[in-house]
């Protein structure tokens, strides 16, 4: 399985981004997709996840209210959309994709993860 993340870049504090993680190999009828991020200097983060057959999305709290995630089964891609980004946003952003996940929120639990996408939020 093999992930693509793109639609980083550099943005304002309070403007938006969305962020784009297309799978190639396998359909993900059965995966649970996320998304991680590593700021420099600090661990990687849970950012959200969503169960890609059940459609159920999950958030860390630091960015509950102002990230969504979905997704797109015909495209095989799921998405983040990012709106009142802040400079504690600035991170790379991973995308990762697994199968029988007890914790979504732990990164041990993705077997798959693509090369990031790098999202810088000046103040």
């Known amino acids: 399985v093999q992930l693509q993340a793109s639609g980083g870049g550099l943005v304002q504090a309070g403007g938006s981004l969305r962020l784009s993680c297309a799978a190639s190999g396998r359909t993900f009828s059965s995966y649970t997709v996320g998304w991680f991020r590593q700021a420099p200097g600090k661990e990687r983060e849970f950012v959200a996840a969503?169960?890609?057959?059940?459609?159920?999305?999950y958030y860390g709290d630091s960015v509950k209210g102002r990230l969504t995630m979905s997704r797109d089964n015909a495209k095989n891609t799921v998405y983040l959309q990012m709106n009142s980004l802040k400079p504690e946003d600035t991170a790379v952003y991973y995308c990762?994709?697994?199968?029988?996940?007890?914790?979504?929120?732990?990164?041990?639990?993705?077997?798959?993860w693509g090369q990031g996408t790098l999202v810088t939020v000046s103040s």
């Open positions: 990762t994709a697994g199968e029988r996940i007890v914790d979504f929120t732990a990164a041990r639990w993705y077997a798959y």
């Open positions: 969503i169960r890609w057959s059940g459609s159920s999305t």
